[in-house]
């Protein structure tokens, strides 16, 4: 699993940290090619082609909240009993509840599972973006901003259009031309690798000096352990078999997304702290997929 899986990924990752580091490619550019153009269109075949049924749905919508959800109580009840200060509250929750499910955690699955693991995937995907827009907001403002006002945020993405582009294609049972969604798809099919250079070259422009070694450090463990536990209890729960379970087992293992570090840093909320954690949960993430998927792959 790590040679043939995380090891090409982790490269195609230190291509953009080297093209950020060295060559000062900026991240802005790339980034909106991925999620103005690469993964909308990549959703939008990839539902259409492998539609998920309601319940297989219903699943994956359901085991990121509770996700979210518990990771966020575990961080609030932490907080409150160490008594730390609202940036630091802010930016250890945004840590634990925070899934890199696109520019990390799509790449990983397709090379991983295959093509038809998409669908399920590109929901996540979908999901992470609502939340970052919604929940993501509010933890980041300490809970000074209202998360339905932040939620406006997740309507200046494609990806929401894209997930309901394709539900009316599939409510109003239309067929398009297979042509055309080959033609998308063989497009979209970039986006999971520019993101994962994107990814690298994000990584490049971190600071994390200043931060607390120390918590860090914990915050990390927590989020490299406790993640996986809470994920595998999850998809077990709700039942998942097959691919679903296997997806949900890779995205258990996903380290903090970039997009926290972004709101961290627009709102105060300990982005050196945040960016340490991101770092290394993501650098030591490729041992957590690799044990677990060994561990709990077959399902």
Not at 255 to 284: F, Q, S
Request: proline share 5%; hydrophobic share 55%.
């Amino acid at each position: 699993m790590f040679l043939k899986v995380i090891l090409p990924l982790f490269l195609l990752a230190g291509v953009g940290f080297l093209l950020g580091r060295y060559r000062h490619v900026g991240a802005r550019r790339p980034t909106n090619a991925v999620l103005y153009l690469f993964l909308p269109v990549l959703m939008f075949t990839s539902l259409v082609r492998n539609p998920l049924g309601a319940a297989e749905a219903g699943r994956y919508v359901t085991w990121y909240w509770g996700y979210l959800l518990c990771a966020w109580s575990g961080a609030y009840l932490v907080a409150r009993l160490r008594g730390w200060d609202r940036p630091t509250r802010s930016a250890v929750a945004l840590g634990l509840t925070g899934l890199n499910c696109g520019s990390y955690g799509a790449p990983v699955v397709l090379f991983a599972l295959g093509e038809g693991a998409l669908s399920g995937a590109m929901l996540l995907v979908a999901l992470s973006n609502i939340s970052a827009g919604s929940v993501g907001v509010y933890i980041a403002a300490g809970g000074t901003r209202s998360s339905l006002q932040a939620l406006a945020s997740v309507f200046r993405l494609p990806l929401i259009y894209a997930l309901l582009l394709a539900l009316i294609v599939h409510g109003l049972d239309l067929h398009l031309p297979e042509q055309v969604l080959t033609v998308g798809h063989a497009v979209g099919m970039g986006g999971p690798m520019l993101a994962l250079v994107v990814l690298g070259i994000q990584l490049a422009g971190i600071d994390v000096r200043g931060g607390q070694l120390r918590l860090v450090a914990g915050v990390t463990l927590a989020k490299l352990l406790g993640g996986p536990a809470l994920g595998i209890g999850l998809a077990a729960a709700l039942g998942a078999r097959g691919v679903a379970w296997q997806t949900l087992l890779i995205y258990s293992c996903m380290p903090t997304a970039i997009n926290g570090l972004l709101l961290a840093v627009r709102y105060g909320a300990h982005p050196e702290l945040l960016g340490g954690i991101l770092v290394g949960t993501t650098v030591l993430s490729p041992l957590t997929i690799t044990a677990v998927l060994a561990l709990f792959g077959p399902g």
